[in-house]
């Protein structure tokens, strides 16, 4: 066989696919894409998850190896005990990955930079290293040093010195956005492909429901409190507009905060994660990010594919990458919980500007198709 049509061989490492998250999401969708169109020899290696089933489909093509690392086990473990933990994993997982890849011999191996990236590029397999980074630079391994300890502190500061060596040694290091680029200024291996767009809806929504949506994890930096400080004001200035929320984690604390806020539990509901997003976005008018920082914002692409305006905090650095601001959305500046209200009451009142912005954003996010994105990654592995 000639070695232009020799096929590719490429590892991805991660730690889990049976979670509903968009990194879960876009390495299937990739991987799938790269199998199927580009037939690529593709393995997924796992870390956690034993048995679990996989939460996207995955094609038949594709090899899955879950090394049953478990290091899920850290999250119930006290700081103290977690140093222990996870130097006896880490342990075990650095000579089953390395076990994994001497066997394997991929062409490339891409790590979606968890924990193998302290050891990965030790390994000499004969694989080029691609590390793939799906949050901004300043929120990567965040350690909330402020308020802690002596030791964490100092934990945080050795593996935060060693990282920046890591990532040198990497052929690759692939972000989101120019601006997660420019924000790696010790680095000259930092090459930009975006998230590609995971819904492929075959309408868009009408518009005629008086429903605005959000799509996020529960969690601190999705800004969910925020966005219901701003609801308690939107319910003040609108009659019939409502708010649901989706998504995975405890909402408790969100529930007591819309308690306390005397919101209208008919025009404001907390759910869990829907199984159906693409009616949750067709079933509404608008789409609101409050996040305080994104990777991406996959969603924001999947709602425009949907034909929704959509207001979000002009949060590190993924909504203004996708964002036309005034075209076929509002960007507002991050953590202004009036400027959201604003933006969102603006848009309630004008049925027409929200058709026109929901049309703009069905032609705009084309750019991120999976055909696009693809091949932007084929010329990068390829040239490797």
């Known amino acids: ?99 994994q890849l001497m066997l ?48 964490k502190r100092l934990f945080a500061k050795v593996w935060s010195g060693n990282l920046l060596s890591h990532l040198k040694q990497l052929d ?25 767009l995971s819904l492929f809806p075959s309408d868009i929504s009408h518009q005629t429901f008086k429903r605005v949506v959000a799509i996020a994890r529960y969690s601190h930096e999705k800004g969910i409190d925020l966005l219901l400080q701003a609801w308690a004001l939107v319910e003040k200035r609108t009659k019939d507009w409502r708010l649901d929320v989706y998504g995975d984690g405890d909402r408790s604390s969100y529930e007591q905060q819309a308690q306390a806020l005397s919101l209208d539990k008919s025009r404001c509901q907390l759910h869990g994660r829907t199984n159906d997003v693409e009616k949750a976005y067709m079933e509404s008018s608008l789409f609101v990010l409050s996040s305080r920082f994104e990777g991406f914002g996959m969603v924001l692409t999947e709602a425009m594919a949907c034909g929704l305006p959509v207001v979000a905090f002009d949060c590190p650095w993924g909504p203004r990458s996708i964002i036309t601001n005034g075209e076929d959305g509002v960007l507002v500046e991050n953590g202004n919980v009036q400027a959201l209200v604003d933006a969102l009451v603006w848009l309630m009142a004008d049925e027409h500007l929200r058709r026109s912005m929901g049309r703009a954003g069905v032609r705009n996010v084309q750019r991120f198709s999976i055909d696009k994105i693809a091949e932007r990654w084929k010329v990068l592995l390829e040239n490797l």
């Not at 956005?177 to 590609?196: G, M, Q, R, S």
């Open 1 to 99: 066989m000639p070695e232009t049509d020799k096929k590719l061989k490429l590892v991805y490492i991660t730690p889990a696919l049976y979670m509903a998250g968009g990194v879960e999401r876009v390495l299937t969708l990739k991987a799938n894409y790269f199998a199927e169109h580009f037939g690529y020899d593709i393995t997924i290696i796992l870390t956690e998850g034993k048995g679990k089933p996989l939460f996207y489909p995955l094609s038949d093509k594709i090899k899955v190896v879950n090394l049953d690392i478990g290091f899920e086990e850290l999250w119930t473990s006290s700081f103290a005990k977690k140093i222990f933990i996870y130097l006896k994993k880490q342990r075990k997982f650095r000579k089953l990955l390395s076990e």
């Open 104 to 151: 394997l011999r991929p062409d490339i191996t891409v790590s979606l930079l968890r924990r193998e990236i302290n050891f990965l590029n030790t390994i000499h397999d004969g694989s080029k290293k691609v590390g793939e980074l799906h949050i901004n630079q300043a929120n990567y391994r965040n350690f909330n040093t402020e308020q802690a300890g002596v030791v």
């Open 172 to 196: 690759r290091l692939v972000v989101l956005t120019e601006k997660d680029k420019t924000a790696w200024v010790e680095l000259d291996n930092v090459e930009v492909i975006p998230d590609p």
